[in-house]
């Protein structure tokens, strides 16, 4: 309010400069024009005097009015023309902007224009980048499902070829479903700003409970687990929790070696729990990390069969929402340690 005053203020002080100007400027010249005798104002006709000086000074007024104004109102036409195309869905559209120092309102105008304009992109882009990933990733098992689903169709399979067939459309079937239930969750946490369905309840007890879940997983490649677990209370969502800690604890199983081991601890101190999930395979390099928390983003693609990369994208939703946060460490060829980090009693 403060600002639009001050813009007001100088509209109105504006104006008022340009009249005094033009007036100025109609007095000089009727007085040159008196003074070298070009014209001769009689005081027998005392009505013309004042009726020149109107007429000179509005012609004038106007006239200064206009540039003046010109210079004013072209960045305002120019944020006008280019609202109408990001209406339009055009977010490229930038307008020139001018450095007129931070109290100028137009000035300031223009960059919050352009600084709109840029994230409007960005989430344009964002929601593209979305469409497309999801579109992939929902195509490739659909496609293949429907491939082999042909063949069975066809006949003339031997029995080693028919399980072979139905066991990758199950496991593509198993991946669709994976997919649409992550993307539910993720869509779900981001909606949702606070946990309700808080609880106090072992956490420790939790962490077991999800090795156990995974047990078909771990034990297909003979992985061990060396777990050091302090009894520890948690105040939260039990179900939320549990999306995490599988999440983790299944990405440490899917990118540990066969006969592999995991090491899980968990260790509190005061207010805070710390978790650290660390498995010795196969690792990632700097750009990998960099990327592990976006949506869809998978390091190593030839394991693209085993994911979705939407995991990591849901544990930091998670984590965020308990007010906690996540740490992770990691060298190629060596192995990755994640670490949650919470509070016993704000979580959530
Ligand atoms: P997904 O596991 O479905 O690919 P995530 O979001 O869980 O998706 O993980 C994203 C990427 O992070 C993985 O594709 C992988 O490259 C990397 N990653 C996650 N956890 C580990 C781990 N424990 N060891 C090595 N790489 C990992």
């Given at each position: 309010?403060?600002?639009?005053?001050?813009?007001?203020?100088?509209?109105?002080?504006?104006?008022?400069?340009?009249?005094?100007?033009?007036?100025?400027?109609?007095?000089?010249?009727?007085?040159?024009?008196?003074?070298?005798?070009?014209?001769?104002?009689?005081?027998?006709?005392?009505?013309?005097?004042?009726?020149?000086?109107?007429?000179?000074?509005?012609?004038?007024?106007?006239?200064?009015?206009?540039?003046?104004?010109?210079?004013?109102?072209?960045?305002?036409?120019?944020?006008?023309?280019?609202?109408?195309?990001?209406?339009?869905?055009?977010?490229?559209?930038?307008?020139?902007?001018?450095?007129?120092?931070?109290?100028?309102?137009?000035?300031?105008?223009?960059?919050?224009?352009?600084?709109?304009?840029?994230?409007?992109?960005?989430?344009?882009?964002?929601?593209?980048?979305?469409?497309?990933?999801?579109?992939?990733?929902?195509?490739?098992?659909?496609?293949?499902?429907?491939?082999?689903?042909?063949?069975?169709?066809?006949?003339?399979?031997?029995?080693?070829?028919?399980?072979?067939?139905?066991?990758?459309?199950?496991?593509?079937?198993?991946?669709?479903?994976?997919?649409?239930?992550?993307?539910?969750?993720?869509?779900?946490?981001?909606?949702?700003?606070?946990?309700?369905?808080?609880?106090?309840?072992?956490?420790?007890?939790?962490?077991?409970?999800?090795?156990?879940?995974?047990?078909?997983?771990?034990?297909?490649?003979?992985?061990?687990?060396?777990?050091?677990?302090?009894?520890?209370?948690?105040?939260?969502?039990?179900?939320?929790?549990?999306?995490?800690?599988?999440?983790?604890?299944?990405?440490?199983v899917k990118f540990s070696y066969d006969g592999g081991k995991i090491d899980i601890r968990c260790t509190h101190s005061g207010d805070n729990i710390r978790v650290t999930v660390r498995d010795h395979g196969c690792g990632m390099d700097k750009e990998t990390l960099d990327h592990i928390f976006e949506k869809f983003y998978q390091g190593d693609k030839n394991h693209a069969a085993r994911g979705n990369g939407l995991g990591l994208?849901?544990?930091?939703?998670?984590?965020?929402?308990?007010?906690?946060?996540?740490?992770?460490?990691?060298?190629?060829?060596?192995?990755?340690?994640?670490?949650?980090?919470?509070?016993?009693?704000?979580?959530?």
């Amino acid at each position: 309010m403060k600002r639009f005053g001050s813009f007001h203020a100088k509209a109105v002080l504006f104006v008022f400069y340009v009249m005094v100007f033009s007036g100025f400027l109609t007095g000089a010249i009727l007085f040159i024009l008196h003074y070298f005798g070009i014209v001769r104002f009689s005081i027998f006709n005392p009505l013309l005097l004042p009726l020149v000086a109107l007429l000179a000074s509005t012609i004038l007024g106007l006239g200064l009015s206009y540039i003046f104004g010109e210079h004013v109102l072209k960045p305002v036409r120019t944020l006008t023309e280019a609202t109408r195309k990001v209406a339009k869905g055009d977010f490229s559209v930038r307008v020139p902007e001018i450095d007129d120092g931070d109290e100028n309102e137009i000035a300031e105008f223009l960059r919050s224009f352009n600084k709109m304009a840029q994230e409007l992109s960005g989430i344009e882009m964002f929601r593209n980048d979305f469409i497309n990933n999801f579109s992939h990733e929902f195509k490739t098992p659909m496609v293949s499902i429907r491939g082999f689903a042909k063949q069975l169709q066809k006949g003339g399979l031997d029995e080693q070829q028919q399980k072979e067939y139905i066991g990758i459309i199950v496991s593509e079937s198993e991946r669709l479903i994976n997919l649409s239930s992550n993307i539910l969750l993720l869509t779900r946490y981001e909606n949702q700003q606070i946990i309700s369905d808080k609880a106090i309840y072992s956490l420790d007890e939790q962490i077991r409970q999800c090795i156990l879940i995974l047990e078909k997983e771990w034990s297909a490649k003979g992985i061990e687990f060396d777990l050091d677990l302090d009894r520890t209370d948690f105040y939260g969502s039990r179900e939320v929790m549990s999306d995490l800690w599988i999440n983790i604890i299944g990405n440490a199983v899917k990118f540990s070696y066969d006969g592999g081991k995991i090491d899980i601890r968990c260790t509190h101190s005061g207010d805070n729990i710390r978790v650290t999930v660390r498995d010795h395979g196969c690792g990632m390099d700097k750009e990998t990390l960099d990327h592990i928390f976006e949506k869809f983003y998978q390091g190593d693609k030839n394991h693209a069969a085993r994911g979705n990369g939407l995991g990591l994208a849901l544990v930091k939703r998670i984590a965020e929402l308990c007010g906690g946060y996540i740490k992770v460490s990691s060298e190629p060829g060596k192995g990755t340690e994640f670490s949650v980090n919470l509070k016993t009693q704000q979580g959530g």
